[in-house]
């Protein structure tokens, strides 16, 4: 009967590789909870910096339909002043030509007081003779209409209003992509508990750790309201 022989490994070294194996295992668990305690903070800044950046949008807009409902009111009493001035101009140039000084007096007292100094710039220039003088007040630099320049400033002011809101909304767009890239850690983090094999456990916090600093570096370069 042949005498059977078992070779045992060494006490020492089944107990090294051991230990070893057990601090492995505890290093990853160690990375893995880091990334998902990261991983929630980011959702939570992104996210608490998304809805930021979403009220800033709405007020932009907001401010924005204001000023250009504005401008439009302002552009209308404009065109009203300027339509006035046309008329009364007309109307008094034409007693004037025929020489009926008193009902021109009483459409020159009805001139507004924007019109006056480009009728008096106008009349200074002697249109009668100089064919080089502008053919009506309205044409004088010195023609001005408060609502209509308001109206201007106000569109524009809409303008400025609507490119802040525009870029606020590209800034929820991008804190919002942020979360997906968080979100995708955690399913790393979470997931690589469910591993057996160390290789694979390796790879998955490895991949991660990857999206964990690009989406970092995606929030350190956005702008914080």
Do not use: C
Not at 155 to 170: M, P
């Amino acid at each position: 009967m042949s005498e059977q022989v078992q070779v045992h490994a060494p006490h020492e070294f089944s107990e090294s590789d051991g230990e070893s194996t057990g601090r492995n295992e505890r290093i990853l668990e160690l990375v893995a909870t880091l990334l998902l305690a990261v991983a929630t903070l980011g959702i939570a800044w992104s996210g608490y910096q998304g809805a930021r950046w979403n009220g800033k949008q709405a007020e932009e807009y907001s401010a924005s339909n204001t000023a250009r409902a504005h401008a439009n009111r302002a552009a209308t009493a404009g065109a009203q002043d300027r339509t006035q001035d046309v008329l009364n101009f007309n109307r008094w140039l034409e007693v004037t030509t025929d020489g009926n000084q008193q009902l021109a007096d009483l459409y020159q007292r009805r001139f507004r007081p924007e019109f006056v100094p480009a009728l008096e710039a106008w009349l200074a220039g002697d249109p009668l003779s100089n064919p080089d003088v502008e053919s009506s007040p309205l044409r004088e630099p010195q023609y001005h209409v408060a609502n209509l320049e308001r109206a201007t400033e106000l569109e524009n002011l809409g303008d400025v209003h609507f490119d802040k809101a525009r870029q606020a909304t590209e800034h929820t767009d991008s804190y919002v992509l942020t979360t997906v890239f968080f979100a995708t850690v955690l399913f790393f983090a979470g997931i690589s508990m469910r591993f057996v094999w160390m290789r694979m456990r390796i790879t998955v916090l490895v991949l991660g750790t990857i999206f964990l600093v690009y989406a970092i570096v995606q929030v350190a370069r956005l702008p914080i309201l």
